[in-house]
Each structure stands twice: as structure tokens, then as C-alpha cells.
């Protein structure tokens, strides 16, 4: 628990704040006590760094147990920095994979803590909001607590150096922005988690709550889909949404909404 307050406010914090100077908007939505789903799009590996340092209590992420089984200082050093940070692992390899997930989330929210989670599943290939799953929904309705949508976005940011030194800084630096929205109440779904039709529908309120925050198209496939067609055939994740992506008229009917449900 120290580490992560060491973390945030001594030896991380404050030089990433020095750096990139931003200012999170809509933080005072995130509930000062009791659990709560803070739920956002995922464009960078950054992510998981800005969000928790623009609100005031701990997140704790679902994170692969890859980063906490390295051996050797280098792998101790990962342990400690992974734990400290608010990550709990998560075994990706099994078949029941999802499932401990979600339990593990469960059991986080029941604690009465905050979770941080990215419903697309995996980063964006190419920047655009892809579907989301339906875990959060049923975290939700398990547990109740309320879900606060959460949009990353970064732009370029120019920087007021001359020459070479400012064209090489300008091209690395960027903006970054974290909005949060008001808290989604689900409490009108109570005692229906499982039911796979409720479920996508809150996913889709959620997804659209991001959307609007964020600005991104939506895209309805799941990001992971892509990724994989992605690595089996080489092409880019444009060419490959517009092979997979239902004919405009469907998709415009699938759009997530705001009234789903």
C-alpha cells in the first residue's frame, strides 16, 4: 500500500505531471468511498499510468501474470513495482481465463475499492473505440457498483524550444487528457447478471458513454478480433474492419446507445 503512494506522489508522479502537465476533467464524479467500476478506452500502454494519478484513491488493474513471475533482481524489481502500482495478476493462459477475471474484479469491488478496467479488452490497433465486453456488465451487477466512463485521449504537443532541439522534443511529447463522466447506476437491472441480452446492453451504454467522452468512431468488433487478423494476414487494421465490419445500414442499428435497454 506504501509503494503505491511512494509511487504516485514521490517517485513517479510528479515528474510525469512535470512533463506532461495535464488536468484531468469530471475527477470529482469518482465516488470518495465505496466501490466503483472506472471504466476506459485504451489507446496506450500509458493508460494505466495517468488515469490512477488523476483521482484522489488507489485503482487497482487486472494485470498479466507474466509481470510478476520474472526471476532475478530484474524480475523482482517488476514484482515490486507491478504490486506497488495496484496491479493484481491474472493467469491469460487458461481456458477459464475470463471467468477468474471477473471473479477477481468481483471480489475487488466487494472490498469496497476502486477497479480500473479497459471493457475493448486490449489496446485500440489504430485509435478508434472498439466493441466492448461484456465483464464490466456483469461486475456491475454483481456488485452494484456504479460505473464511471473514462476517456484517455493524447494529441501532439508543441513545445516552445528553437531549432533541432524543439522539432525532436515536439515530435516525442504529447498531450494528454483524461475525462471522467458521471456515474452509471444499473441498480434497474438487479438480480439479472448472467442474462447475456442485459448484459451486452449495459456494455453498449457504457461503450457509448466512452464514445461520447472521447470523440473516437466506433467501431462494432472486438479489438482483439482485429489484432488477430491483423497478425495472420498482414494487413492493416483498416483493411481489415472493412472486411469484417457488418454493411453500414446493420452497424448504424448496432451503434451502443445511451438508451440501451
Sequence with gaps: MLIYWFLKYVAVGPL?????????????????????ILASNHLSASDWIFMPM?????????????????????GMAQRLFFA???????????????????RTGIRILREGKVLGIYPEG?????????????????????????????????????????GKLGTLLGQKLIRVQVRFGEPLDFSRYAGLSGDRFVE????????????????????DLYGAKVKKSMDTTGASAGEVVRRLQPPPA???????????G
Design 16 to 36: 510525469v505531471r512535470l512533463v506532461y502537465r495535464w488536468r484531468p476533467e469530471g475527477a470529482h464524479h469518482v465516488p470518495r468511498r465505496g466501490a466503483v
Design 54 to 74: 488523476s483521482v484522489r484513491r488507489r485503482v487497482t488493474f487486472l494485470a498479466k501474470a507474466e509481470y510478476f513471475r520474472g526471476t532475478g533482481l530484474k
Design 84 to 102: 506497488g502500482s495496484g496491479q493484481v495478476p491474472i493467469d491469460r493462459t487458461n481456458a477459464s481465463a475470463a471467468e477468474d477475471a471477473i
Design 122 to 162: 486490449t489496446r485500440s490497433p489504430d485509435g478508434r473505440l472498439y466493441r466492448g465486453k461484456t465483464g464490466v456488465a456483469r461486475m456491475t451487477l454483481e456488485t452494484g457498483a456504479p460505473v464511471v466512463p473514462v476517456a484517455m485521449t493524447y494529441t501532439p504537443r508543441d513545445i516552445p524550444l528553437p
Design 200 to 219: 451486452r446492453s449495459i456494455t453498449d451504454e457504457i461503450m457509448y458513454e466512452i464514445m461520447e467522452l472521447s470523440g473516437q468512431e466506433y467501431v
Design 250 to 260: 446493420e452497424a448504424a442499428d448496432r451503434l451502443p446507445s445511451s438508451l440501451a
